[in-house]
């Protein structure tokens, strides 16, 4: 089928197999390497992306299921939230082996996005999705509320 | 490499569900020479972690023929943000002549006293001793009726 298709604001107009899973539509064939194969099930959020405003883990999102003109953000875009998000996770030494980084940016942008002020707990909810094995969550955790606290500031 | 440190865990148990949740840890290791300070700090909180999954929900289950039933995500139970407790770090710095900068190394060394430390502290909190981890409800909740029952 054909697809039109918007990753990062650019717009893509690709054919693609319906059956094929978005993670390796982004992968495979646009090269956005950034949105990593951890578990392939669906529980482990290393492929957390936001489609239409939402957090979906992207290796179990059929290409069929996405609707026309579709918006996806990856790790990869420059959107003001996720270029805070970024170097807040580098400042507060936020990434161990970064396995779990660009899921817990997508998942700390889609929470912030929604939830301008999350508490620590709703933060906790909010990025309880993606694990992490090697660096723990205490800087990750203090990481969001960095940029939540800058955030506060402005709007 | 050997393990110099030290983990201090305070645990809640709650003995109607036998459910010990790990409230507050402190990990004190000495490194010889952090290198890098906030990555050593970052691997003592990830070991901690992974420490508390070993103490507290996680097993490879076999099955009678050998075939491992707790195979993904949803069976093997690692941490999630919503299980990491309150964590305190502190970095000691004896230098080893022959490291780096004098540094001994970290690694997968925090991983190694958490779980013992979480034992421990069941045992301070309702003075039923583990003898096995992951100190799953099951477990503890059967623990603390063994312990009435012996009692009686």
Sequence with gaps: ?????????????????PEKRLLDFLRDDLGYMGSKKGCEQGECGACSVIVNQRLVNSCIVLMAQLPERSRVLTIE????????????????????????????????????????????????????????????????LGAVEVVRDNFRGVS | AYVWGTNIVEVEVDVQTGVC???????????????????????????????????????????????VLTNSYGTYMIPSMMDSPCIHTFIVEDPWDEGPY?????????????????????????GVRLNEIPATPERVWKAIQEQIWAAV
């Design chain 1, 77 to 140: 875009s420059d959107e003001p939230i996720i270029m805070s998000l970024k170097e807040a996770f580098v400042e507060q030494g936020a990434i161990q082996c970064g396995a779990c980084t660009p899921g817990m940016i997508l998942a700390s942008a889609a929470l912030l996005l929604k939830n301008s002020n999350p508490s620590e707990e709703e933060i906790r909810v909010g990025l309880s999705g993606v694990l992490c094995r090697c660096g723990g969550y205490p800087k990750i």
């Design chain 2, 102 to 126: 004098g540094a001994k190394g970290i690694g997968e060394l925090p991983l190694v006293g958490v779980a013992p430390a979480i034992t421990c502290a069941i045992y301070n909190a309702i």
């Design chain 1, 1 to 17: 089928m054909i697809l039109e298709i918007f990753i990062n604001e650019i717009l893509y107009r690709e054919e693609v197999s």
């Design chain 2, 21 to 67: 949740e790990v409230t507050d840890v402190l990990a004190v290791h000495d490194v010889g020479k952090a290198i890098n300070p906030q990555t050593v700090e970052g691997q003592i909180e990830g070991g901690i972690l992974q420490g508390l999954g070993y103490g507290r929900f996680e097993e490879v289950i076999f099955s009678e023929n050998g075939a």
